[in-house]
């Protein structure tokens, strides 16, 4: 760079300009403070990954926190959620944990979207003891797994996936009773600590000699009703485990297996608090739990009875869908059992809007017309003086589709949760647009898939319980539907009255009346003129962004209705989803193929590739930041080549072919998060390792806290260094669990 050139006015730039003004400057002249503050402000995330690669300086200069932390705080696109505690505040944040965030949320969708999804890494890791199920908890942190040691030994197990010493590292662990089945995480507030609430079912013989006889009904399947040789009983427990507690366990100046790090985990309580344990003598079909207005709630269906609890207050709220309209009836006098065919086939909080929505249809009949219905979440004061009651309830909305062919499949994706985090993506993103969400169905005969999005509407909170009935909803639908049939055929219908006799009477009277004045005539042809358009009405007030909300709905320019085809394999068996929350991924098992742990066919992307509506012109903030995300991706776009509707699914490409061996012969579980674009795997050949699969680039650092490829000393040292204080701590520690030994 010439001097010539270099006419910045800032005074930094100007007093190293004079301080070099015998000899030529270039880029590498300017001091680091210079190159941080003033210029990398206006590099974007392209720009300062090739800056990156020019040479070592400017290479160790573009992994500093600072520069960024810069990036993420004007950043636009969704971020992935990250544990809502302190320690992942904005200003607590790692250089390297930002830069993972940034580079996640710019490359997560563009891969999901390209002709040709990648995984970037795959690698496998040891849990010493067989694995039974996985759940993530969203944003891929932890990792809670059922696992079993030997023989009627089962046990709850939380893995860290990031941990900066250890990739993947188990840090708690809890015994049960029995097998836990049918796994819940989430971030929720217990007793005043930001944690991680988990819900599991599990089963057991009821009677107390059929137990102390070791007769174990854990092995039998989750998804199927079983006529056990013994009478069963069931539980549904709800537990927590504070973040401070994992916290402990993943600081990298301790590193798991050393003796500074086992002194500090003895030195802590027990992680894991019950919360709650719902009995009964009949299955739990269905689980979820969400945070509401402030406080964790469990729901649990059991055929058409829901069971509400609040955590907090430890109420409890039975209710029984009611017959569905047109299809089920109620008993009476007629009909003493009544009709009911449809049964609860998944379920989902909205938290937003305290309902929950609810997917039904007739399981013996497959083609069977699908509901979709929101029901309104009882609070406190609607609770019942005797909980045993059920209440029957019928739903807020309704929306009732004929599917008209062989459902298989149905899966609902995450909805947004209500929390007080402390955690940087939940300061960035406060008031930004949660996802959608999503109800998908698999059918066969042929085979495709049908997506029900309920986009999210920002309403202001006074208005987020007011909703147009279902009729004015349909009433508009079948307007349009009457008008584009007949724009299509060309007929344009006029309503033109018909009053002759109206016209005759008319003629009579201008006969009687030839000699009106002038005036009279002007005033019928003032009569006459056609009336002035009434003024269009003065647009709402402006909410402030901070009071609004969002609600779902499913009617109206919110919700939408998506079908792909495609052709398959013969060899494909079955097909199921793994929603997610935007990105879901379809796995196919092996046809012919009916255990409990089929073997892997395929794997495919599947995408989204209908455009959001349009936001309400009342908040142009959510359309500036749709635009400002989609131009910071777009360089992304590019490089991968995006495919276009209808090519909304896309073949995975499998792992190693010793690894996809493995797989044909079996899975034991399959997880998948799109936030972190993560999918974890066990194979029926090695139940104690599981198969991590990253898609889409994540930067990471060795054990030394070096980053790869180069080395680069850790910039955040405090992350590194251990004090005085701590040192004289762990000596304590160590002495008082050493005597203790002896």
């Keep these: 760079m010439q001097f010539a050139m270099f006419s910045a006015p800032h005074y930094l730039i100007r007093r190293t300009v004079l301080r070099y003004t015998r000899r030529k400057l270039t880029l590498l002249s300017l001091p680091n403070d210079t190159l941080v503050d003033l210029i990398f402000i206006h590099l974007c995330v392209r720009d300062i990954l090739r800056l990156r690669g020019v040479c070592r300086r400017l290479y160790e200069l573009t992994h500093q926190s600072m520069v960024w932390k810069r990036i993420l705080r004007t ?35 563009a891969n999901w979207r390209s002709t040709v999804p990648k995984a970037y890494k795959f690698w496998k890791f040891c849990v010493y003891t067989d694995i039974m199920s996985m759940k993530m908890v969203p944003g891929g942190k932890y990792l809670v797994a059922s696992v079993r040691d030997g023989v009627n030994r089962y046990a709850l197990m939380l893995l860290m996936m990031e941990h900066r010493v250890k990739t993947a590292y188990p840090v708690a662990k809890m015994p049960t009773a029995s097998k836990p089945y049918k796994l819940e995480a989430k971030y929720m507030r217990y007793d005043g600590e930001m944690g991680i609430m988990l819900s599991y079912a599990r089963r057991e013989p009821k009677r107390a000699a059929d137990r102390e006889a070791g007769i174990d009904v854990s092995d039998y399947s989750d998804e199927h009703q079983i006529d056990f040789p013994v009478p069963v009983r069931y539980e549904l ?79 409890v709220h039975r209710i029984r869908v009611g017959a569905l309209f047109g299809y089920e ?26 309902e929950l929505l609810v997917v039904r249809n007739d399981p013996k009949d497959k083609k069977s017309p699908l509901a979709l219905e929101l029901y309104r979440i009882p609070d406190d004061s609607t609770v019942s003086s005797q909980p045993a009651n059920v209440q029957v309830v019928w739903p807020r909305s309704v929306h009732t589709i004929a599917t008209g062919s062989n459902l298989t499949h149905i899966s609902i994706s995450s909805a947004p949760s209500l929390i007080d985090g402390e955690d ?86 201008d006969d009687a009346n030839d000699e009106d004045t002038a005036e009279d005539a002007m005033a019928v042809d003032a009569a006459a003129a056609p009336a002035a358009p009434p003024p269009p009405p003065p647009p709402p007030p402006r909410v402030p962004l901070e009071d609004t909300t969002f609600r779902f709905q499913l009617y109206g320019p919110f919700f939408k209705i998506i079908s792909y085809k495609y052709s398959a394999n013969p060899a494909l068996g079955a097909l199921r989803i793994l929603p997610g929350t935007t990105r879901p991924l379809l796995v196919g098992t092996q046809a012919g193929d009916r255990r409990a742990t089929p073997a892997l066919h395929d794997l495919w992307a599947y995408a989204d590739l209908i455009p959001p509506p349009a936001p309400h012109a009342r908040w142009p903030e959510d359309g500036g930041r749709r635009a400002a995300g989609e131009a910071e991706r777009g360089w992304v776009d590019a490089a991968l080549r995006m495919r276009e509707s209808p090519a909304a699914v ?41 198969y991590m699969f990253q898609y889409v680039p994540t930067p990471t650092e060795k054990e030394d806290g070096h980053r790869v490829p180069i080395p680069v000393p850790d910039v955040d040292e405090r992350f590194r260094d251990v004090t005085e204080d701590e040192v004289e701590q762990l000596r304590g520690t160590l002495s008082v669990s050493q005597a203790s030994t002896k």
């Design 424 to 509: 940087a993506t939940a300061a960035l993103t406060a008031h930004a647009e949660p996802p959608p969400v999503s109800v998908y169905l698999v059918m066969q005969d042929p085979w495709h898939t049908v997506q029900f999005r309920l986009w999210p509407e920002r309403v202001p909170k006074a208005e987020v319980g007011v909703f147009r009935p279902d009729t004015e909803w349909q009433a508009e639908m079948q307007a349009a539907l009457v008008a584009a049939a007949a724009a299509e055929e060309g007929e344009v219908e006029e309503a033109i009255a018909d009053d002759d006799d109206d016209d005759d009477d008319d003629d009579a009277q």
């Design 650 to 690: 896309a073949q995975l490409p499998l792992p190693p072919r010793a690894v996809r061996e493995k797989f044909s012969r079996g899975l034991v579980a399959l997880e998948w998060d799109d936030w972190c674009m993560a999918m974890c795997a066990v194979c029926i050949d090695e139940p104690k390792e599981i």
């Design 75 to 109: 950043f636009h696109l969704p971020l992935p959620p990250l544990p809502p505690t302190t320690r992942y505040s904005f200003y607590g944040l790692s250089s390297l944990e930002t830069e993972r965030l940034v580079v996640r949320a710019l490359s997560a969708e």
């Design 237 to 315: 427990n709800v537990i927590h485990c504070p973040l401070s507690a994992l916290h402990v366990a993943e600081d990298p100046r301790f590193p798991p297996g050393s003796k500074e790090y086992t002194a500090r985990i003895d030195a802590q309580r027990p992680p894991f608090k019950n919360v709650s344990v719902i009995r009964s003598t009949t299955a739990f079909d269905l689980v979820d739990i969400a945070n509401v207005d402030g406080a964790p709630h469990v729901v649990a269906v059991q055929g058409r009875l829901i069971i509400f609890k609040n955590l907090v207050s430890r109420s």
């Design 329 to 354: 009836e109620e008993a009476s006098e007629v009909l003493p059992n009544g009709i009911f065919t449809y049964n609860i086939r998944a379920i989902r909080i909205i938290a937003p809007q305290r």
